[in-house]
């Protein structure tokens, strides 16, 4: 009876130990991931992937982390983003009160920081002559009403940001079957109006200033048109200084949805976009930082001339 307790009391203890080692081992797993190292993977709205692409390569080296992108249409972003395939979404627009609701059950909080603003663009073939469009115009083919000004438009994806934008600006639910034409990502919709004259390709500004290999050369046979606004009198194009007056009627703004939990890279690569280093980028970019980032002017005295002569 002893040697069998004592046998008894020796299994205990090994299933113990066990059991504390494996869980130590599981945090220690956990624990890789700081705000600044370790690995993690970010769904990311299709039409500003050139931005992240580029953030992303300047985070990585300089600190000790692996970023995965994964580029989808918006829909998609958010199908996965609350299925948890990952923690951190990068979009075009906050989340609304149902998406809400559904981090509030799983007691998460979500971090929203806003990184920059973006835009859609109307763009045509160079060809065209007239390189100016009136919002009106759009919303009133979006609606079914034919306008000689517009012979199509042409989207990336029926999933896609700029779908959603434009459809809610119209006050409709589907777009109209005749007339509108989709695909998969902007560089189809770059690809088809540099080809097909009379459409009006309706894209994320970001891939206009930060075209990819695939459509660098077909940039240069498009024109970026310059849009009137509900109600107004002039046309303006979507540059920097014109989303930063406000006057470009398809301003958007951008941020990166973190819900990790914990303080993990989600919340690392937030504050680097957001930062000094981050919004040089954003500025580079093309598109309108959320504060301009400082810049250091150095003066030279006749004494420092002299100097570096002698």
């Known amino acids: 009876m002893k040697n069998f307790a004592k046998l008894q009391y020796v299994s205990i203890l090994f299933v113990s130990m066990l059991f504390v080692n494996c869980k130590q081992s599981d945090n220690s797993g956990k624990d890789k991931e ?68 559904h981090f509030q059950i799983l007691k998460i909080t979500p971090k929203v920081t806003k990184i920059a603003t973006d835009a859609i663009a109307f763009i045509a073939n160079r060809n065209n002559k007239d390189t100016l469009i009136a919002l009106q115009d759009v919303i009133l083919f979006m609606q079914g009403k034919e306008q000689k000004s517009i012979k199509g438009l042409v989207f ?35 690809k088809f109006v540099s080809e097909n004259d009379g459409m009006i390709g309706v894209v994320g500004l970001n891939w206009l200033y930060q075209p990819s290999a695939t459509i660098k050369n077909l940039v240069k046979d498009i024109n970026v048109l310059s849009v009137k606004g509900e109600g107004k009198k002039d046309y ?32 690392g690569f937030a504050s680097f976009i957001a930062g000094e ?5 954003v500025l580079k970019s093309g598109l309108l930082p959320v504060r301009v980032p400082g810049r250091k002017v150095v003066f030279k005295t006749q004494a420092d001339t002299t100097e570096k002569k002698k």
């Open 236 to 267: 303006f194009a979507p540059t920097q200084n014109n989303l930063a007056e406000g006057t470009y009627p398809l301003a958007r703004d951008l941020f990166i949805i973190n819900c990790q939990g914990y303080n993990g890279l989600g919340m």
């Open 34 to 101: 700081t705000i600044l190292k370790g690995s993690a993977t970010i769904l990311v709205d299709e039409s500003i992937k050139p931005l992240i692409e580029d953030q992303i390569a300047v985070f990585q080296s300089d600190y000790n982390a692996k970023i995965i992108l994964e580029a989808k249409s918006e829909k998609e972003v958010l199908r996965s983003f609350l299925n948890d395939s990952s923690q951190i979404a990068i979009l075009s627009r906050k989340l609304n009160e149902d998406e809400l609701k």
């Open 156 to 190: 990336d994806n029926l999933n896609s940001s700029t779908v959603r934008y434009m459809t809610e600006l119209a006050g409709i639910k589907e777009v109209p079957q005749k007339g509108v034409f989709s695909f998969k990502v902007n560089e189809d919709v770059v």
């Open 277 to 281: 280093v981050g919004q040089r980028i």
